[in-house]
């Protein structure tokens, strides 16, 4: 199983980049988005990878991020979906909007990639929010920003600030990340100040150092 390749970028081409390590041409089919993002040709780049094997066919998939790459494995793993499409998703939308899309059961958010419509939508929604955990394992989470509110004295509204955690939280379990990771990470946050996307964007930057 390939975790990463790191090497020489060689191509750029529609669906795909080459990348030369040690005298050896990895074709990896990539997003256009995580193609131009990549680099110039002749840079040495890093992109994280999916392994696919089939009967009939060996393909390497090629991404930026880890959150991308959790992003492909996740609807890779959703019934009628395969890699064209999961490709196409990341075209549309990043990991974190896909996430809060589930999460709040945006349908209209995933019927804007081409090849969802409602019907794959709802069913991406049901499929992967079954995959997140129960309510009450964000409580302990929840009762320790009542306890760090109460003893800042701060006065704002405790029940916008749960309901913005709660929703955080499971957008980074959807991602991949489990609990006490997230707990960790959605801790050193300002909470009060931060929007749900935005304490998911600085969430994932706090999980990935």
Do not use: W
């Not at 990340?177 to 600085?202: C, G, H, P, R, V």
């Amino acid at each position: 199983m390939l975790a990463y390749i790191k090497g020489k970028l060689e191509m750029k081409m529609t669906g795909y980049v080459v990348i030369d390590v040690g005298g050896l041409g990895y074709k990896i089919f990539m997003s256009e988005v995580g193609s131009e993002k990549l680099g110039n040709i002749g840079d040495l780049v890093k992109v994280h990878t999916y392994y696919r094997v089939r009967e009939d066919d060996v393909s390497i998939y090629g991404f930026n991020t880890l959150e991308e790459l959790k992003m492909f494995e996740l609807l890779l793993g959703v019934s009628g979906v395969g890699a064209r499409t999961a490709l196409a998703m990341l075209e549309t939308c990043s990991p974190s909007e896909f996430a809060m899309a589930v999460v709040t059961e945006d349908v209209k958010v995933l019927t804007e990639i081409p090849g969802i419509g409602p019907k794959s939508a709802k069913r991406i929604i049901l499929e992967l929010k079954d995959k997140i955990k129960k309510e009450q394992e964000v409580e302990a989470i929840k009762e320790e920003i009542d306890k760090k509110q109460k003893h800042e004295n701060k006065l704002f509204d405790i029940a916008e600030i749960k309901e913005k955690v709660s929703e955080a939280i499971q957008a980074l379990q959807v991602l991949g990340y489990n609990k006490k990771e997230i707990e960790k990470a959605i801790e050193k946050l300002d909470y009060k100040e931060l929007s749900t996307e935005e304490l998911i964007k600085k969430g994932l930057n706090l999980l990935n150092k």
